[in-house]
């Protein structure tokens, strides 16, 4: 089925170890974004990528890097996690600028703990 | 204070009854979102809209510019409606990547 996969669906890390979100979407839409979710505030924006090859930060970058070296795919690294890193992390895609219903599909969100 | 607000946080309902949820913004916008996230799920698009009124079967997104407010109604409401409703916006100055500001959502129960 077409739309955003995220691996993996649930994670549970020791403080100070890395690890690799990844995010694939087979729509070819042009942006991709990475959010967390944490209990009573709304989804917060970690970093974008508005084509392959590009990537921005976003509200809460610090502490993840994100690549993006092909158009479908887009990372999120942990380097070293740490405890306040415990969240739910929601991969998005859209389609570019000046698409007249640029839409707006998420994955199912990957749950991540860190003790 | 948030640029997304929604009111109420939480909101039962008993099977049947007629639901609104509202979402203001304090931002010039572009468009509004809304989503749905069913417990432990994902997120799921509802509407996205920049003017005026959206139907789907039984839901209602309605928007107001000029007020800065939006609503989403529920007819005849059924429990496998419970889930959280998450309003979005793009502001204008995002329209170069879409970027969307969220509100904390609202918990709805529906109860049998």
């Known amino acids: 089925n077409a739309g955003v996969t995220q691996t993996p669906k649930f994670r549970v890390l020791k403080t100070g170890q890395s690890m690799t979100l990844l995010c694939a979407q087979d729509m070819n839409h042009e942006y991709m974004y990475w959010y967390r979710q944490d209990p009573g505030m709304g989804l917060r924006l970690i970093h974008y990528s508005v084509g392959e090859g590009t990537t921005a930060k976003g509200e809460v970058p610090d502490g993840y890097n994100v690549s993006r070296l092909k158009k479908q795919n887009f990372l999120l690294g942990l380097e070293s996690a740490a405890p306040s890193q415990t969240s739910v992390y929601f991969c998005?895609?859209?389609?570019?600028?000046?698409?007249?219903?640029?839409?707006?599909?998420f994955g199912s969100g990957t749950r991540l703990t860190v003790v | 204070k948030n640029e997304v607000e929604q009111s109420p946080q939480n909101l039962t309902a008993q099977e049947g009854e007629f639901i609104t949820i509202n979402c203001s913004y304090s931002?010039?916008?572009?468009?509004l979102h809304w989503l749905q996230q069913h417990p432990g799920g994902g997120i799921v698009s509802l509407f996205m809209?920049?003017?005026g009124k959206k139907k789907h079967g039984r839901l209602i997104a309605t928007i107001n510019i000029q007020e800065k407010h939006s609503s989403l109604h529920i007819t005849a409401s059924h429990p496998r409606d419970s889930a959280v409703y998450i309003c979005?916006?793009?502001?204008?100055?995002?329209?170069?990547?879409?970027?969307?500001?969220f509100g904390t959502g609202t918990l709805l129960a529906v109860q049998p």
């Open positions: 979005a916006v793009r502001s204008r100055g995002d329209g170069a990547t879409n970027k969307l500001i």
């Open positions: 998005a895609s859209s389609s570019g600028q000046g698409a007249f219903n640029y839409g707006y599909t």
């Open positions: 931002v010039g916008i572009s468009a």
């Open positions: 809209l920049s003017s």
